[in-house]
């Protein structure tokens, strides 16, 4: 899984630049009406649950797969039920923002323990991550009924915090060092 990863690391950066380009979005633009929220927020989660879920298959790591196929389920809800997902958007939201943080800090975890030695720098950006994404959470839970602006520039500004923390993830994950030897020419 660990070569894997670092063989990867672009996956994470276009996480979290979509994360990122979204949370911009949305603070440049947070009046839309709740049914472009909707929509936007299932095309930000199905996306990232797209590249999650390669990224999880092509390292075998099962939380990030996990994280992806949450996305994935909520886009899908997103589109193909709209009506139910804009009367429960704030429950949608609160929810993925619960699991994909509980998976992120098990992955993090699971980085130190499976990456042993100084090879690894910054795997904690992941904790991080998941950290904010449960606080995130519990925000967005205490705020379900604020108005779609307030609702969206809280998405938006957690967004833009968990894009950073990722492209700065996977900017670590790009100098870690193997832990197979790699063949060299001869």
């Known amino acids: 899984m660990f070569d894997q990863l670092i063989r990867r690391w672009w996956i994470v ?8 380009a979204f949370g911009v979005a949305a603070l440049l633009n947070p009046e839309n009406t709740r049914a472009f929220l ?14 999650s879920i390669g990224a999880g298959l092509s390292t075998n790591w099962l939380t990030l797969f996990l994280e ?3 996305g994935i389920a909520v886009g899908l809800v997103t589109y193909f039920e ?4 804009e ?3 704030a429950y949608l939201i609160v929810l993925w923002a619960i699991v994909t943080g509980a998976l ?4 993090a975890f699971r980085l130190r323990t499976d990456a042993k030695g100084p090879m690894v720098k910054g795997e904690w950006l992941l904790g991080v991550s998941g950290l904010v994404s449960l606080l995130f959470g519990a925000v967005a839970a205490s705020r379900v009924d604020a108005s779609a602006v307030t609702f969206m520039l809280i998405i938006g500004a957690y967004a833009v ?6 492209l700065a993830l996977s900017m670590n994950i ?3 060092q193997p832990t197979l030897p790699v063949a060299r020419a001869v």
């Open 174 to 176: 790009r100098h870690w």
């Open 87 to 89: 009367l429960s958007f």
């Open 104 to 107: 992120e800090i098990v992955g």
């Open 13 to 20: 950066a276009f996480r979290g630049l979509v994360a990122v």
């Open 38 to 51: 909707v929509a936007f927020f299932g095309l930000f989660a199905f996306a990232d649950g797209i590249f």
């Open 161 to 166: 915090v968990s894009g950073v923390l990722l």
């Open 82 to 85: 709209p009506g139910a997902a």
């Open 68 to 70: 992806g196929v949450t």
